[in-house]
């Protein structure tokens, strides 16, 4: 169970965002500049809120008032960056291992060689990020993610650079890798049909506030027919 109460002062608003996610999918789904993606910084510890609670399962991330505050490597807590954030000068099985340096060197190589089976990267184990495909880049960036072992996964518009026809080819891959994960995630986004295929859940954000979480159904209808309303 992932548990967000937290307010951080932005440059034109204030984040107030309150959700909780519970082994199951949940979308932020709003407009750019919503507070959308500096909510998922606060939650991996990128981003240290002014005030409030963050607590992941029985572990605290984060508690202004009784000031604690993991940093991002012991939060245990998976960031996918929308443009991936591979380090360019690594291969791809470095940029992969990189996210198991406190394993030995036996566990190291074979945790790496299941990743690179489950993630489809036979043949591009020592090709370097400027050569790989969006999709590839893509598939790095998840099996870095899973070398930590995370115990919950941030998508943060995992689909922003992808052209059209991709971004719909890879969705239903990235549903079964969350379907595999069966921890908590977390999937920002500003399509609707994003939000359809991978989202039980939806918690809309306007002006850096967050509103109820509703089944993702039932807020799909609602925004169809407002659109209807609109002709």
Same mark, same amino acid.
């Given at each position: 169970?992932?548990?967000?109460?937290?307010?951080?002062?932005?440059?034109?608003?204030?984040?107030?965002?309150?959700?909780?996610?519970?082994?199951?999918?949940?979308?932020?789904?709003?407009?750019?500049?919503?507070?959308?993606?500096?909510?998922?910084?606060?939650?991996?510890?990128?981003?240290?809120?002014?005030?409030?609670?963050?607590?992941?399962?029985?572990?605290?991330?984060?508690?202004?008032?009784?000031?604690?505050?993991?940093?991002?490597?012991?939060?245990?807590?998976?960031?996918?960056?929308?443009?991936?954030?591979?380090?360019?000068?690594?291969?791809?099985?470095?940029?992969?291992?990189?996210?198991?340096?406190?394993?030995?060197?036996?566990?190291?190589? =074979?945790?790496?060689?299941?990743?690179?089976?489950?993630?489809?990267?036979?043949?591009?184990?020592?090709?370097?990020?400027?050569?790989?495909?969006?999709?590839?880049?893509?598939?790095?960036?998840?099996?870095?993610?899973?070398?930590?072992?995370?115990?919950?996964?941030?998508?943060?518009?995992?689909?922003?650079?992808?052209?059209?026809?991709?971004?719909? =080819?890879?969705?239903?891959?990235?549903?079964?890798?969350?379907?595999?994960?069966?921890?908590?995630?977390?999937?920002?986004?500003?399509?609707?049909?994003?939000?359809?295929?991978?989202?039980?859940?939806?918690?809309?954000?306007?002006?850096?506030?967050?509103?109820?979480?509703?089944?993702?159904?039932?807020?799909?209808?609602?925004?169809?027919? =407002?659109?209807?309303?609109?002709?």
């Amino acid at each position: 169970m992932l548990y967000v109460d937290i307010e951080k002062r932005l440059d034109r608003t204030t984040l107030k965002a309150k959700l909780r996610c519970d082994h199951n999918t949940l979308a932020l789904f709003g407009a750019s500049g919503a507070g959308k993606s500096m909510t998922l910084k606060c939650i991996a510890g990128i981003e240290k809120p002014d005030k409030g609670v963050i607590q992941l399962n029985d572990r605290v991330l984060f508690d202004s008032e009784k000031r604690i505050d993991l940093p991002p490597q012991k939060r245990r807590v998976g960031y996918l960056f929308q443009e991936y954030a591979l380090f360019p000068n690594m291969t791809v099985s470095g940029n992969i291992t990189a996210g198991m340096r406190k394993l030995p060197k036996n566990a190291r190589e =074979q945790k790496l060689h299941e990743l690179i089976g489950r993630f489809k990267l036979e043949g591009l184990e020592n090709r370097r990020p400027d050569s790989l495909s969006g999709g590839e880049k893509q598939r790095v960036a998840l099996a870095r993610i899973f070398a930590s072992s995370p115990e919950v996964l941030l998508l943060d518009e995992p689909f922003s650079s992808l052209d059209t026809l991709l971004k719909y =080819q890879l969705i239903p891959y990235i549903r079964g890798i969350i379907r595999d994960f069966g921890g908590e995630t977390i999937l920002v986004s500003h399509d609707i049909n994003e939000v359809r295929q991978l989202c039980a859940e939806v918690s809309p954000i306007t002006d850096g506030v967050t509103q109820a979480i509703t089944d993702t159904e039932t807020y799909y209808q609602k925004i169809k027919q =407002q659109y209807e309303d609109l002709k």
